[in-house]
């Protein structure tokens, strides 16, 4: 079965990726959970000293010992479509990349109760998503959120994950 369980998410950043062809891609440096269910959808990938960070679906990737196996071959990932900050992915940003991986948009995942895949316990999710205090601020104010500018990041971190974002 394709996806990463819960159980495979402790360690998981600095894991290397290896690709459908058995080269390694590079090394996962974080994971990005879907706004809305809170289902991990995206690994961050450095792909080398002068590679940037480039995002790899993790809906069929797999978790073997200490790596990450994805379908896709280095050259994939490589060329794949940058968006403007990978902490922030915008539903454009995330239909471009699909389409460049090849998966439908229909089968991301948006619903951890129907999801294959895995989704990120409360505790885990602080620790994997490492958003900075003004990542979590500007979350907390696309969502309305009241009080948020005298919030510390642990605070903004329970207000942003209650209201779902």
């Known amino acids: ?3 990463i369980r819960d159980e495979d998410l402790l360690g998981i950043t600095g894991c ?6 058995g080269e390694t891609i590079g090394k996962l440096t974080d994971v990005r ?3 809305a269910s809170g289902v991990a959808e995206w690994g961050v990938v450095k792909t080398g000293m002068l ?3 480039k995002l790899v679906p993790l809906v ?5 010992g200490d790596d990450i196996f994805v379908p896709w071959d280095k050259g994939t990932v490589k060329t794949a479509p940058d968006v403007a900050d990978p902490a922030f992915i915008s539903e454009a940003e995330e239909m471009r990349l699909y389409s460049h991986y090849g998966v439908a948009f229909a089968d991301a995942p948006t619903d951890p109760s129907t999801h294959s895949g895995w989704t990120l316990p409360q505790p885990q999710r602080a620790a994997i998503s490492a958003c900075t205090k003004a990542e979590l601020y500007e979350r ?3 969502l309305g959120i009241a009080g ?4 510390t990041k642990e605070a903004l971190y329970e207000a942003v994950t209650a209201a779902g974002g």
Do not use: E, I, K
């Open 1 to 3: 079965m394709d996806g």
């Open 140 to 142: 907390a104010r696309r």
């Open 16 to 21: 290397a990726v290896v690709g459908g062809r």
């Open 148 to 151: 948020r500018s005298h919030m």
């Open 51 to 53: 590679g940037g960070p």
């Open 33 to 35: 959970l879907d706004d």
């Open 60 to 64: 069929r990737a797999q978790r073997r």
